[in-house]
């Protein structure tokens, strides 16, 4: 009889949650990626049959997953959602580190308004955050009014329904994912350190690269884990700002899944998205790891 | 210290006004907004000396030792280093290395990375790298722990790598930022020789800060006590010990007994000085320099006046009758807080020279006396 504490309950709670809300659906998308489509509701066939008296028949259909790899479209998707993700998360770095120093080196009066000021945008709904960029992107927009009214140009420029706009939203919106990690991480650092490297023949910029980088390694690889994965699947604002040659892997399975009602193939495109994202998933893991264990 | 390993006497070069000093500092200020950190500060730093700046926390001094690192710019005067004027000059452009009091050692490299630092940024070639690395390991005894991380030392271990790191590059001048603070008692002992002996081997200057005046007697060949941004004395250990220039000095250096008095006579070999809290008159041996009827003050170090329990035949002066009011024994020696009937404390401390020595007790009536070379007069 296994004794049941209290402490054992408490820990039993998020297990249960993560087991109701993430495991079962997890085994359900499974269980219909290996389906046969159906006309019915629901769209598929069931994967166990009765066949006769005591006879269960499991039908695993591999073609969902075999049609994913061979037509083109779909490793498109995967490819160019990959190669989104990752510009993203570069260029929300090149922005985002220097907010993140500057942020962890102010005053520590100024610092908690600055980290308020990160996050503030989270107070709003994403929703309208990129309804925002749509209103300052488009043709007839705030953007071109303004530079139209200086003269800087005379036809508006196209930027909503661009890779462009989508970048803009997706960086916008990922940004603060980025900072807040990195943040927490270069807060930490001892600044004497860079004092130590100066005093041994360093430069300012040579000691950032020395010991400044290789110390927040932990912070880049978390914040940058933290916008990738999310970006890949991203599929709203692409939707909203990218026009239609964003083909992100997050479209083609709501096309999929609401236009096609081709409930099998979108669910092998979720599960093989959530396989390509594991190995992102460990490393992050691995970097939080070595981040806690290092805290001395 | 002033005597080498080889027991011959060495130059004070200080004394000497010819010789040419190595580090000069020439009326340094620095200002934080309206608060003085460092006020107005002179000193002359000779090659090969162990300088201590000495001091409270708040003093000044380790900004003053940060103005030499280059780690602040001063709000006025000049920082002269072997003839060059390197008051505004960065840290990595001066030929001077800094031994933090954190020993800012880097957590992501092992050692022989750390030590090794400087000497790539030099660009020197790799086995002269290795081979100084090496040597410098050996001279600390952490050979063995070359591949070790920092945190994978204990605290005398990292204070040992700290040094080696600012010692590899052969700097001319070395600053030590409260070398041996986190150390415990006996192995602070233990360094505090170790840091001599290897300064005497490789013949670099140090300017060390402390706030720990046993480990500036110990260290320095001289010592810059600093109170509130200036340099009250500097002077030889022995010199601060025996000839304070001011009542700071005198009391943060050592116990001291402080007796105020007046000045009753006043001849060029010779004061008289009338103190009503100690009950007697004060006899010193020498002149000093003050204005008639002057309030003065007589300092007699502990270990400078004589206890007994008989009353000493001669003169009135400088003898006092007191009680035993406490009594600390340290071993080597006791320290002894004698009542005199005016109401001051007096402190005294013996040599427990004998096992079994009639002990002085509490609440013993004893006679102190020094002698007239003893006190130590100052106006300030």
Redesign the interface.
Known sequence: MVGITGRGLVVALPYLWLLLFFVVPFVIVLKISFSDVDLAIPPYKPLLEWVGKNSLAIKVNLNNYAFLFTDPLYLHAFANSLKVAFLSTLMCLIIGYPMAYGIARAKPSLRNVLLLLVILPFWTSLLLRVYAWIGLLKANGVINNVLMSLGIIHEPLTMLYTPFAMYVGIVYSYLPFLILPLYANLEKM?W??L?????????PW?AFYK?TL??SRNGILAGSMLVFIPAVGEFVIPALLGGPNALMIGRVLWDEFFSNRAWPVASAVAILLLILLVPFMMWYQSAQARETA?A? | MTTSAAGVVKAQPWSDPSARPYVEVDRISKSFGDFKAVNDVSLKIYQREIFCLLGASGCGKTTLLRMLGGFETPTSGKIIIDGEDMTGIPPYERPVNMMFQSYALFPHMNVEQNVAFGLKQDRLPKHEIQERVATMLELVKMSEFAKRKPHQLSGGQRQRVALARSLVKRPKLLLLDEPLGALDKKLREHTQFELVSLQDKLGVTFIVVTHDQEEAMTLASRIGVMNHGEIVQAGTPSEIYEFPSSKFVADFVGSVNMFEGKLIEDEPNYVRIGSPELGCTIYVSHGISAPPEAVVWAAVRPEKIFMSTAAPQGSTDNLVRGTVQDIAYLGDLSIYLVKLPTGKVVRVTQPNTSRHAEAISWDQQVYLSWDATSPVVVTR
């Open positions: 001892d004497q350190l004092e130590a490297a100066e005093d041994l023949g360093c430069r040579q010991i290789p110390l290092g001395r």
